[in-house]
């Protein structure tokens, strides 16, 4: 397979100056006819014309409405065309009903739909199907189906045909089209300019009564991005589609966002509030995509992260407006130090804007999405709000229209505060995450940080420059008073002291306020600084790292010297999670315990080998100790938790319930599971059923409760979703793979559906003891699954054997079981583009 380098970016020889599509749909022969109007391109010196087209039948082509013959190859079509504007002509012939990749036009439960991004277009039809070539879109739809949607504009909408007119000009990936016998909830929304915009949500019969929320959170999401960055919409329709077989969440295609649909339909009953804080926040992605993604778009997909990243950052901030701001920030810092960390410090590690790649759908990962929103708060913090404002303003007024580039948006940064960002432009070009370690002196009333940092080695890079690292700073005095408020501190050299003077105390540093730059702060554990900051700190992300740090720094010594939990650390964190002065959300944030993969991470980087059943065993016993330690507590913290008021997904009330699923697996440690099944039964939500399930299932006491759910819900598979993954994620480990084996068995496992496939999959990944069994069943298992997912669906089997990213961490015999089991799945004959690039990434 070929390699594509940032560095051979060439210009489309043409530019394209209108597209005309008609479709007649069929499920085994769709026709689709292309009219596109070609003109030499100025800016380009390379006039070859071709055509990017797969898997495609050529029925015709013309030239001017003279019949042409190109010469077709596996990905394209090249042909002899006039130096002068021209008129391209094809007609081909594709298989929706065979497409299992989804990818390209396929069809999910008898609906057409398309998911383009980031080469499927050319599944479609010839096009130059890439980011920069951008064009305006008429689409004509043929069929009987009820509903045909494409983007932009509705125009004659006649039994049997459908137009859609998209004025705005946009490349191929957000080309979409569906199809099918759908329904519609329907609301509106005027602009602040008064632009009235219809706005569909379309579900299939059925699902109408899961939509109220999606639509609340289209509007709440519009009204956000007029009002914090001056952004309208500018369509006169806004439709959003749920589909049940997606590959990923959700997509951002123009006027016609395309979900999965267990990124949009939520019910009181079907859906946990994390499933509701999780729609909110993808629909705003989307939203936001509007702007940023669409009218300013990639110019190549080396850049995917000029869209992403800060589409991230934004939604982030949308989160951080709708709900808690503090606690909002330290689910993402979970979130990045669980996938983006193992990603950047493993075998697949690459910069935010890679530098070359075989399969672009590899590279829609943690780094670019997550690393890529850090870069952007991390710019946002440096340059301060309102020059951010303003950089942001100026990149939408510059570049409304265009294919941009990484230099195009700190061009405007640079513009806007005569900054030199050259060194901070490091953040895009080189992988893995920075180390960051400290050291203090104090003398004389005078008080100095001693900064190091440096950035291991990563594949493709063995030396590493010295980034900027904005660390923000607060300083405590010994009695919990707050003697120097948050301040920036510009780390650029790879040692650099700041001191602080009039300091009458050695005070306690408050470092990394706000997690203000995603590195790996280093710092001799010192419990007693950790229990007073636990105490004492003002900042809420340091003040949970405090406690992080002593949950940490407990379970090590557990795993490795089987120390008892710290009780020291068990009763500060205590009076905390009792404080009733405290959001109970920020209060279930701090009862969460490390994952077991973070401490098998932590563990190996202090050179100890992580044993996967020591870290479970080590987990169990802390969680067992917290819960005989706390005892007299756990009443009054669950009647704390209770909700009287009646449903609602909002911040407050999954506060709430956050904290009561912590105190409810405390409980079911002491109780043997009958707060657990009380709670499943009296339940009138899928939160607090779910957690209880969960309680029950690793007691080995599910199986009525499991039978009556299933009886319940058989029909509905967002939550059969629920049910399958339940079983494996919340197994005791040893029996986890015959568990997710025998689910495999079950009537209603359809793993072409890339839902259900997860739900088995990743469920047996995130038991990390079950997964990491001792005889290696687990990696077996999921390695001949992969292999099978592989020949249907590439880029979702692809994605989901990141699963062994980590494997170079265990002990020699594991390692030899992944490596054999990555070995079989590179040796396959037929292997994907897609899995052939990650496996022979994984091993390196
Ligand atoms: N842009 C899409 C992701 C497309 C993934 C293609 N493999 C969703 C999003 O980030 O909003
Ligand atoms: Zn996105």
């Given at each position: 397979?070929?390699?594509?380098?940032?560095?051979?970016?060439?210009?489309?020889?043409?530019?394209?100056?209108?597209?005309?599509?008609?479709?007649?749909?069929?499920?085994?022969?769709?026709?689709?006819?292309?009219?596109?109007?070609?003109?030499?391109?100025?800016?380009?010196?390379?006039?070859?014309?071709?055509?990017?087209?797969?898997?495609?039948?050529?029925?015709?082509?013309?030239?001017?409405?003279?019949?042409?013959?190109?010469?077709?190859?596996?990905?394209?079509?090249?042909?002899?065309?006039?130096?002068?504007?021209?008129?391209?002509?094809?007609?081909?012939?594709?298989?929706?009903?065979?497409?299992?990749?989804?990818?390209?036009?396929?069809?999910?439960?008898?609906?057409?739909?398309?998911?383009?991004?980031?080469?499927?277009?050319?599944?479609?039809?010839?096009?130059?199907?890439?980011?920069?070539?951008?064009?305006?879109?008429?689409?004509?739809?043929?069929?009987?189906?009820?509903?045909?949607?494409?983007?932009?504009?509705?125009?004659?909408?006649?039994?049997?045909?459908?137009?859609?007119?998209?004025?705005?000009?946009?490349?191929?990936?957000?080309?979409?089209?569906?199809?099918?016998?759908?329904?519609?909830?329907?609301?509106?929304?005027?602009?602040?300019?008064?632009?009235?915009?219809?706005?569909?949500?379309?579900?299939?019969?059925?699902?109408?009564?899961?939509?109220?929320?999606?639509?609340?959170?289209?509007?709440?999401?519009?009204?956000?991005?007029?009002?914090?960055?001056?952004?309208?919409?500018?369509?006169?329709?806004?439709?959003?589609?749920?589909?049940?077989?997606?590959?990923?969440?959700?997509?951002?295609?123009?006027?016609?966002?395309?979900?999965?649909?267990?990124?949009?339909?939520?019910?009181?009953?079907?859906?946990?509030?994390?499933?509701?804080?999780?729609?909110?926040?993808?629909?705003?992605?989307?939203?936001?995509?509007?702007?940023?993604?669409?009218?300013?778009?990639?110019?190549?997909?080396?850049?995917?992260?000029?869209?992403?990243?800060?589409?991230?950052?934004?939604?982030?901030?949308?989160?951080?407006?709708?709900?808690?701001?503090?606690?909002?920030?330290?689910?993402?810092?979970?979130?990045?130090?669980?996938?983006?960390?193992?990603?950047?410090?493993?075998?697949?590690?690459?910069?935010?804007?890679?530098?070359?790649?075989?399969?672009?759908?590899?590279?829609?990962?943690?780094?670019?999405?997550?690393?890529?929103?850090?870069?952007?708060?991390?710019?946002?913090?440096?340059?301060?709000?309102?020059?951010?404002?303003?950089?942001?303003?100026?990149?939408?007024?510059?570049?409304?229209?265009?294919?941009?580039?990484?230099?195009?948006?700190?061009?405007?940064?640079?513009?806007?505060?005569?900054?030199?960002?050259?060194?901070?432009?490091?953040?895009?070009?080189?992988?893995?995450?920075?180390?960051?370690?400290?050291?203090e002196s104090y003398e004389g009333a005078r008080y100095t940080?001693t900064?190091?940092?440096?950035?291991?080695?990563?594949?493709?890079?063995?030396?590493?420059?010295?980034?900027?690292?904005?660390?923000?700073?607060?300083?405590?005095?010994?009695?919990?008073?707050?003697?120097?408020?948050?301040?920036?501190?510009?780390?650029?050299?790879?040692?650099?002291s700041?001191t602080f003077d009039n300091m009458p105390d050695r005070p306690?540093?408050?470092?990394?306020?706000?997690?203000?730059?995603?590195?790996?702060?280093?710092?001799?554990?010192?419990?007693?600084?950790?229990?007073?900051?636990?105490?004492?700190?003002?900042?809420?992300?340091?003040?949970?790292?405090?406690?992080?740090?002593?949950?940490?720094?407990?379970?090590?010594?557990?795993?490795?010297?089987?120390?008892?939990?710290?009780?020291?650390?068990?009763?500060?964190?205590?009076?905390?999670?009792?404080?009733?002065?405290?959001?109970?959300?920020?209060?279930?944030?701090?009862?969460?315990?490390?994952?077991?993969?973070?401490?098998?991470?932590?563990?190996?980087?202090?050179?100890?080998?992580?044993?996967?059943?020591?870290?479970?065993?080590?987990?169990?016993?802390?969680?067992?100790?917290?819960?005989?330690?706390?005892?007299?507590?756990?009443?009054?913290?669950?009647?704390?938790?209770?909700?009287?008021?009646?449903?609602?997904?909002?911040?407050?009330?999954?506060?709430?319930?956050?904290?009561?699923?912590?105190?409810?697996?405390?409980?079911?440690?002491?109780?043997?599971?009958?707060?657990?099944?009380?709670?499943?039964?009296?339940?009138?939500?899928?939160?607090?059923?779910?957690?209880?399930?969960?309680?029950?299932?690793?007691?080995?006491?599910?199986?009525?409760?499991?039978?009556?759910?299933?009886?319940?819900?058989?029909?509905?598979?967002?939550?059969?979703?629920?049910?399958?993954?339940?079983?494996?994620?919340?197994?005791?480990?040893?029996?986890?793979?015959?568990?997710?084996?025998?689910?495999?068995?079950?009537?209603?496992?359809?793993?072409?559906?890339?839902?259900?496939?997860?739900?088995?999959?990743?469920?047996?990944?995130?038991?990390?003891?079950?997964?990491?069994?001792?005889?290696?069943?687990?990696?077996?298992?999921?390695?001949?699954?992969?292999?099978?997912?592989?020949?249907?669906?590439?880029?979702?089997?692809?994605?989901?054997?990141?699963?062994?990213?980590?494997?170079?961490?265990?002990?020699?015999?594991?390692?030899?079981?992944?490596?054999?089991?990555?070995?079989?799945?590179?040796?396959?004959?037929?292997?994907?583009?897609?899995?052939?690039?990650?496996?022979?990434?994984?091993?390196?």
């Amino acid at each position: 397979p070929q390699t594509i380098y940032l560095k051979d970016y060439t210009p489309f020889g043409y530019v394209v100056e209108g597209v005309e599509l008609t479709f007649a749909l069929a499920p085994e022969a769709t026709r689709v006819k292309s009219r596109i109007r070609f003109a030499p391109n100025p800016d380009a010196t390379d006039r070859t014309f071709f055509l990017h087209g797969e898997d495609l039948t050529l029925i015709s082509a013309a030239i001017d409405g003279s019949p042409v013959t190109p010469t077709l190859t596996e990905q394209g079509l090249t042909c002899e065309v006039p130096d002068a504007p021209f008129t391209w002509e094809a007609e081909v012939e594709i298989a929706p009903a065979k497409n299992t990749a989804l990818e390209g036009l396929y069809m999910s439960n008898g609906m057409y739909c398309t998911q383009c991004e980031a080469e499927g277009f050319r599944k479609i039809t010839y096009y130059p199907d890439r980011p920069d070539v951008m064009a305006t879109f008429d689409v004509r739809i043929e069929s009987d189906l009820p509903v045909m949607l494409s983007n932009g504009n509705p125009g004659t909408q006649d039994g049997g045909v459908a137009e859609w007119h998209d004025p705005w000009p946009k490349p191929s990936y957000l080309f979409a089209l569906v199809a099918g016998d759908l329904e519609a909830r329907s609301d509106s929304f005027t602009t602040r300019s008064g632009r009235h915009v219809d706005l569909n949500l379309w579900v299939r019969p059925g699902d109408l009564g899961k939509t109220a929320w999606g639509m609340e959170a289209l509007r709440t999401s519009m009204r956000w991005d007029e009002e914090v960055y001056g952004r309208e919409y500018d369509l006169d329709v806004f439709n959003i589609v749920a589909v049940d077989d997606f590959n990923m969440g959700a997509m951002e295609n123009k006027g016609l966002n395309i979900f999965n649909s267990s990124a949009v339909l939520a019910s009181q009953d079907t859906s946990t509030d994390a499933n509701f804080e999780r729609i909110e926040a993808i629909i705003a992605h989307e939203y936001f995509h509007n702007w940023t993604g669409n009218r300013i778009t990639c110019r190549d997909w080396f850049q995917l992260c000029l869209k992403e990243g800060l589409t991230v950052f934004r939604d982030s901030q949308f989160t951080a407006d709708q709900r808690s701001a503090p606690v909002k920030r330290i689910g993402d810092v979970i979130d990045l130090r669980a996938r983006q960390f193992p990603e950047d410090q493993g075998p697949l590690s690459h910069p935010v804007r890679p530098e070359s790649f075989q399969e672009i759908n590899n590279f829609y990962t943690a780094t670019v999405y997550e690393k890529g929103a850090e870069v952007i708060g991390m710019l946002k913090r440096l340059v301060g709000d309102e020059a951010y404002d303003k950089a942001v303003a100026l990149y939408f007024e510059r570049h409304d229209g265009q294919a941009c580039t990484i230099e195009d948006w700190l061009q405007v940064f640079e513009d806007t505060t005569g900054r030199d960002l050259s060194q901070f432009k490091r953040w895009y070009t080189q992988s893995g995450t920075p180390r960051l370690s400290v050291e203090e002196s104090y003398e004389g009333a005078r008080y100095t940080l001693t900064f190091r940092q440096r950035t291991p080695a990563t594949p493709g890079q063995s030396e590493k420059l010295p980034q900027v690292l904005p660390v923000a700073v607060g300083l405590l005095s010994p009695g919990g008073e707050e003697v120097l408020p948050t301040q920036l501190l510009e780390v650029t050299e790879p040692e650099q002291s700041f001191t602080f003077d009039n300091m009458p105390d050695r005070p306690i540093p408050s470092l990394l306020r706000g997690f203000s730059a995603p590195v790996v702060l280093e710092r001799e554990s010192d419990a007693a600084e950790q229990a007073f900051l636990l105490a004492h700190d003002t900042d809420p992300y340091c003040r949970w790292e405090a406690g992080r740090g002593l949950a940490r720094g407990s379970l090590i010594a557990s795993v490795v010297d089987g120390a008892d939990p710290d009780g020291a650390w068990l009763d500060a964190l205590r009076a905390v999670v009792t404080d009733p002065a405290l959001d109970p959300a920020y209060r279930a944030l701090m009862m969460g315990l490390p994952t077991q993969s973070e401490l098998a991470q932590a563990l190996y980087e202090k050179g100890i080998t992580p044993d996967p059943d020591a870290i479970r065993d080590a987990v169990e016993a802390t969680v067992r100790a917290t819960a005989d330690r706390w005892a007299d507590d756990l009443r009054g913290l669950s009647e704390e938790a209770r909700v009287a008021e009646p449903y609602a997904p909002d911040a407050q009330q999954s506060g709430k319930r956050a904290l009561g699923t912590r105190v409810l697996s405390l409980v079911s440690r002491l109780d043997g599971g009958s707060a657990a099944e009380a709670q499943f039964e009296a339940a009138d939500n899928m939160t607090l059923k779910l957690a209880a399930l969960g309680n029950l299932v690793r007691l080995e006491r599910a199986d009525d409760a499991l039978a009556a759910f299933e009886a319940q819900w058989k029909d509905d598979r967002l939550v059969m979703d629920k049910w399958f993954g339940i079983q494996i994620m919340s197994a005791p480990a040893p029996v986890a793979v015959e568990r997710a084996e025998a689910l495999t068995g079950h009537a209603a496992f359809d793993w072409t559906n890339p839902n259900r496939f997860r739900a088995v999959m990743g469920a047996l990944v995130s038991n990390h003891a079950g997964f990491h069994r001792a005889d290696g069943a687990g990696y077996d298992f999921l390695a001949g699954w992969l292999a099978r997912l592989d020949e249907k669906n590439p880029q979702t089997a692809a994605r989901m054997a990141t699963a062994f990213q980590t494997w170079r961490r265990y002990d020699d015999d594991r390692q030899a079981k992944m490596r054999a089991a990555l070995e079989s799945l590179r040796d396959k004959p037929k292997l994907s583009r897609d899995m052939g690039e990650m496996v022979a990434r994984l091993l390196g």
